[in-house]
Protein backbone atom coordinates (compact mmCIF):
# COMPACT_ATOMS: atom_id res chain seq x y z
CA UNK A 1 0.00 0.00 0.00
CA UNK A 2 1.62 3.25 -1.20
CA UNK A 3 0.46 6.67 -0.73
CA UNK A 4 1.19 9.18 -3.38
CA UNK A 5 1.27 12.30 -1.15
CA UNK A 6 -0.07 14.54 1.05
CA UNK A 7 -2.65 15.94 -0.83
CA UNK A 8 -4.12 19.27 1.91
CA UNK A 9 -3.86 19.82 5.19
CA UNK A 10 -6.97 21.12 6.50
CA UNK A 11 -7.84 23.66 9.01
CA UNK A 12 -11.46 24.69 10.45
CA UNK A 13 -12.12 28.42 10.51
CA UNK A 14 -15.16 30.65 11.99
CA UNK A 15 -14.65 33.28 9.18
CA UNK A 16 -13.66 31.76 6.02
CA UNK A 17 -13.09 35.12 4.28
CA UNK A 18 -11.18 36.67 7.53
CA UNK A 19 -9.16 33.34 7.27
CA UNK A 20 -8.46 34.09 3.29
CA UNK A 21 -7.30 37.21 4.08
CA UNK A 22 -5.13 35.97 6.79
CA UNK A 23 -3.38 33.26 4.41
CA UNK A 24 -3.26 36.09 1.68
CA UNK A 25 -1.26 37.86 3.61
CA UNK A 26 1.00 34.79 4.61
CA UNK A 27 1.59 33.26 1.51
CA UNK A 28 1.76 36.18 -0.71
CA UNK A 29 -1.12 34.96 -3.09
CA UNK A 30 -5.17 34.34 -3.54
CA UNK A 31 -6.52 30.68 -3.11
CA UNK A 32 -6.48 28.86 -6.31
CA UNK A 33 -10.30 27.26 -5.96
CA UNK A 34 -13.07 28.05 -3.63
CA UNK A 35 -15.72 25.40 -3.50
CA UNK A 36 -18.77 25.15 -1.82
CA UNK A 37 -19.24 20.84 -0.83
CA UNK A 38 -22.72 19.63 -0.21
CA UNK A 39 -22.60 16.78 0.85
CA UNK A 40 -20.10 17.78 3.53
CA UNK A 41 -22.02 21.26 4.33
CA UNK A 42 -18.78 22.94 3.84
CA UNK A 43 -17.38 25.92 1.91
CA UNK A 44 -13.17 25.42 1.16
CA UNK A 45 -10.87 27.10 -0.13
CA UNK A 46 -7.50 25.92 -1.43
CA UNK A 47 -3.86 27.59 -1.78
CA UNK A 48 -1.46 25.65 -3.36
CA UNK A 49 1.84 25.10 -1.36
CA UNK A 50 3.99 22.91 -3.76
CA UNK A 51 2.32 19.51 -4.37
CA UNK A 52 0.03 19.86 -1.19
CA UNK A 53 -2.70 22.25 -0.30
CA UNK A 54 -3.61 24.22 2.17
CA UNK A 55 -8.26 23.93 2.72
CA UNK A 56 -9.73 26.27 4.48
CA UNK A 57 -13.18 24.99 6.18
CA UNK A 58 -16.54 26.56 6.87
CA UNK A 59 -19.18 25.14 7.73
CA UNK A 60 -22.33 25.88 6.01
CA UNK A 61 -24.74 24.37 8.19
CA UNK A 62 -25.18 23.93 12.12
CA UNK A 63 -25.06 19.49 11.10
CA UNK A 64 -21.81 20.23 9.38
CA UNK A 65 -19.18 18.13 10.98
CA UNK A 66 -16.95 21.38 10.60
CA UNK A 67 -19.49 23.16 13.47
CA UNK A 68 -18.75 20.40 15.54
CA UNK A 69 -15.21 20.85 15.56
CA UNK A 70 -15.92 24.44 16.09
CA UNK A 71 -18.18 24.11 18.65
CA UNK A 72 -15.28 21.56 20.91
CA UNK A 73 -12.55 24.17 19.24
CA UNK A 74 -13.67 27.59 19.34
CA UNK A 75 -10.46 29.41 17.37
CA UNK A 76 -10.89 26.54 14.56
CA UNK A 77 -7.75 24.68 14.19
CA UNK A 78 -6.10 21.82 12.43
CA UNK A 79 -9.00 19.58 11.34
CA UNK A 80 -7.27 16.92 9.06
CA UNK A 81 -4.49 15.49 6.82
CA UNK A 82 -5.31 14.32 3.45
CA UNK A 83 -3.22 11.52 1.88
CA UNK A 84 -3.59 10.64 -1.75
CA UNK A 85 -3.76 7.38 -2.96
CA UNK A 86 -4.01 5.55 -6.49
CA UNK A 87 -6.48 2.46 -5.32
CA UNK A 88 -8.90 4.19 -2.43
CA UNK A 89 -11.10 0.83 -2.19
CA UNK A 90 -7.70 -1.47 -1.59
CA UNK A 91 -6.28 0.76 0.92
CA UNK A 92 -9.61 1.12 2.86
CA UNK A 93 -9.86 -2.90 2.50
CA UNK A 94 -6.30 -2.83 3.93
CA UNK A 95 -6.74 -0.86 6.37
CA UNK A 96 -9.94 -2.60 7.58
CA UNK A 97 -7.92 -5.76 7.56
CA UNK A 98 -5.36 -4.53 9.85
CA UNK A 99 -8.08 -3.34 12.62
CA UNK A 100 -7.89 -0.01 11.74
CA UNK A 101 -11.03 1.85 12.41
CA UNK A 102 -12.68 3.71 9.19
CA UNK A 103 -15.37 6.32 9.29
CA UNK A 104 -16.01 5.66 5.69
CA UNK A 105 -15.77 1.91 4.44
CA UNK A 106 -16.83 3.02 0.89
CA UNK A 107 -15.64 6.24 -0.56
CA UNK A 108 -18.08 9.59 -1.40
CA UNK A 109 -17.60 12.51 -3.32
CA UNK A 110 -15.34 15.38 -1.54
CA UNK A 111 -13.94 19.00 -3.16
CA UNK A 112 -12.37 19.00 -6.42
CA UNK A 113 -14.65 15.87 -7.65
CA UNK A 114 -12.40 13.48 -5.80
CA UNK A 115 -13.30 10.36 -4.31
CA UNK A 116 -12.54 10.36 -0.58
CA UNK A 117 -13.47 8.75 3.08
CA UNK A 118 -11.67 9.44 6.48
CA UNK A 119 -10.17 6.97 8.86
CA UNK A 120 -11.29 7.55 12.26
CA UNK A 121 -8.84 9.72 14.84
CA UNK A 122 -8.88 6.77 17.58
CA UNK A 123 -7.50 4.52 15.56
CA UNK A 124 -4.84 6.85 14.24
CA UNK A 125 -3.26 8.34 17.59
CA UNK A 126 -6.32 11.21 17.35
CA UNK A 127 -5.19 12.61 13.61
CA UNK A 128 -8.56 12.34 11.55
CA UNK A 129 -7.26 11.13 8.10
CA UNK A 130 -8.54 11.47 4.68
CA UNK A 131 -7.95 9.42 2.15
CA UNK A 132 -8.30 10.95 -1.76
CA UNK A 133 -8.32 9.38 -5.22
CA UNK A 134 -8.79 11.90 -8.36
CA UNK A 135 -11.75 10.85 -10.16
CA UNK A 136 -8.86 10.39 -13.33
CA UNK A 137 -7.15 7.60 -12.33
Not at 50 to 67: C, M, Q, R, V, Y
Not at 71 to 78: A, I, S
Request: charged share 25%.
Amino acid sequence: MAFKKVDHVAIAVNDLNQAIELYQSILGKEPEHIEEVQEQKVRAAFFGVGETNLELLFPTAKDSPISGFLNKNPRGGLHHICLEVSDIEAHLAELKEKGIELIDETPRIGAHNKRIAFVHPKSTGGVLIELSEPQDQ
